[in-house]
């Protein structure tokens, strides 16, 4: 009994030395480091998986397949909840496509109106009366000319929209009934360093030609740079059509646009129009 007790101590005792030299090897040269118990000092970067990836890459699918609502739907979510998202942008360019291109449809629509020209009628004119603008007549129609026919059909869309501009990047998007509608994206902003925020209405919009201003009508309106004034706030929206010999000197302060980004903004708001201003 003294000789097994004996046998058992050492066979311990060889578990102690070499199995605690074993464990002490493995942690020091197999193991990898578990950094989840690492001090706080050195915490676990775990990158964070972008859904708007996945999100669009479905919306364009549903697009594909025929089912524009679900395909609508989805990237206005996407718009709405990751607006952080490396897609985002892609988002919004896709949906304002769609959302512009269905506006400016002949087809007839819930938000549309159809006219039939009459005698004596011209674009101004239409528009008092359906309580539109003249350009919106003009561009939702396509016309080249101011030159109508009686018994011509028009279109006149219609929408309450309101606009939002980035005081930090300078971007531009206008909603319509609370919903994203369209997103232009600056070609440059010369922003104020400390612009006003809130809740802005637009002073006034203004066609220019040569140097001088031109209304809706006149032979050079068609080609004239558009701006946009926006009420005590410091921040134009323009456009230059000729820029190697400017319509108009460019204001101190504001945000650049394409023509034709800026031309079918002009279009589509009027001086009723909110504007909100956010950092």
Not at 89 to 111: Q, V
Not at 166 to 190: A, I, M, Q, T
Not at 239 to 246: A, I, K, L, Y
Request: avoid cysteine.
């Amino acid at each position: 009994m003294n000789n097994l007790l004996k046998i058992l101590v050492v066979v311990l005792l060889g578990f102690g030395v070499f199995g605690g030299g074993g464990f002490i090897t493995y942690r020091l040269f197999f193991k990898k480091p578990d950094f989840h118990l690492m001090g706080a000092n050195q915490p676990v970067i775990t990158p964070t998986p972008d859904p708007g990836i996945g999100m669009l890459a479905e919306a364009k699918r549903d697009l594909a397949g025929g089912h524009q609502e679900d395909g609508e739907d989805l990237l206005r979510a996407l718009i709405r909840s990751f607006p952080d998202s490396l897609k985002s942008d892609e988002a919004k360019k896709l949906l304002g496509d769609l959302n512009i291109s269905a506006f400016f449809s002949p087809a007839p629509g819930p938000n549309k109106t159809e006219y039939f020209v009459v005698r004596g009628d011209s674009i101004a004119k239409i528009a008092s009366k359906t309580k539109t603008s003249a350009e919106l007549i003009f561009k939702a129609n396509n016309l080249d000319s101011l030159t109508i026919q009686p018994g011509q059909r028009l279109i006149i869309p219609k929408g309450q929209f309101s606009m939002t501009i980035s005081g930090k990047n300078g971007e531009v998007s206008l909603l319509n009934n609370g919903d994203f509608f369209r997103w232009y994206k600056p070609v440059e902003d010369r922003l104020p360093a400390k612009a006003a925020v809130g809740l802005f209405k637009m002073k006034e919009k203004i066609a220019w030609a040569n140097g001088l201003r031109v209304s809706f009508g006149e032979k050079k309106y068609l080609g004239s740079s558009r701006w946009i004034v926006i009420n005590d706030n410091a921040i134009t929206l323009y456009s230059e059509t000729n820029p190697d010999t400017p319509n108009a000197q460019r204001p101190a302060t504001g945000i650049l646009l394409n023509p034709a980004d800026m031309e079918e903004l002009y279009a589509l708001v009027t001086k009723d129009t909110p504007i909100i201003v956010k950092q």
